[in-house]
T-cell receptor, first 116, second 110 residues
Framework: GAVVSQHPSRVICKSGTSVKIECRSL??????MFWYRQFPKQSLMLMAT?????????EQGVEKDKFLINHASLTLSTLTVTSAHPEDSSFYIC????????????FGQGTRLTVV | DAKTTQPPSMDCAEGRAANLPCNHS???????VYWYRQIHSQGPQYIIH???NNETNEMASLIITEDRKSSTLILPHATLRDTAVYYC???????????FGTGTRLTIIP
């Protein structure tokens, strides 16, 4: 299967600072990437859909000014958590699709964010 | 997309077949059934998907009932590494999003 890599895998930051998480498709070009958030013992919640070269589409209730998404190339999308607070501590996961057909999505290994 | 219902947890003995059920009674004609699993503290892993025919790959088999209102994921010879949360997801053709439910926590017992 295709490989999607996230970096960093773990990050601890101070409250009020910003954190950037990278998601790369290593062996394919991803027209669409997705960002999810997962709190402990809960399921994945879709935050936004990112298409290369255009603005991300955010799910209801997700603050676009707080969670900045950039998809500048077909192999890289970034999620920046701005002015992080302890309640933003979570497991952030990206996924990518090769194309718009009914193929499966491939997931990164996730990033554990802890805001102290 | 149609909603799915899965048992919250299941146990299976190592070496036996693990059969994970999923109900999707409101599925419509253009919706596929996908299965993913998530091992603790990792990103989800794709397992298999199908529309109406049974499917098999190197990881698992997917059995979809004739009316398509339910399906079963079969792991033929479960190992300890198959312990994970298994998600059954229904997605319409052309819909890019995957909406995760609560899944089934499968524990393989030595």
């Amino acid at each position: 299967g295709a490989v999607v890599s996230q970096h960093p895998s773990r990050v601890i930051c101070k409250s009020g600072t910003s954190v950037k998480i990278e998601c790369r498709s290593l062996d394919f070009q991803a027209t669409t990437m997705f960002w999810y958030r997962q709190f402990p013992k809960q399921s994945l919640m879709l935050m936004a859909t990112s298409n290369e070269g255009s603005k991300a589409t955010y799910e209801q209730g997700v603050e676009k000014d707080k969670f900045l998404i950039n998809h500048a190339s077909l192999t890289l999308s970034t999620l920046t958590v701005t002015s992080a607070h302890p309640e933003d501590s979570s497991f952030y996961i990206c996924s990518a699709k090769k194309d718009t057909s009914n193929t499966e999505a491939f997931f990164g290994q996730g990033t554990r964010l802890t805001v102290v | 997309d149609a909603k799915t219902t899965q048992p919250p947890s299941m146990d299976c003995a190592e070496g036996r077949a693990a059969n994970l059920p999923c109900n999707h009674s409101t599925i419509s004609g253009n919706e596929y059934v996908y299965w993913y699993r998530q091992i603790h503290s990792q990103g989800p892993q794709y397992i298999i998907h199908g529309l109406k025919n049974n499917e098999t790959n190197e990881m698992a088999s997917l059995i979809i009932t004739e009316d398509r209102k339910s399906s079963t994921l079969i792991l033929p010879h479960a190992t300890l590494r198959d312990t994970a949360v298994y998600y059954c997801i229904v997605r319409a053709f052309g819909n890019e999003k995957l909406t995760f439910g609560t899944g089934t926590r499968l524990t393989i017992i030595p």
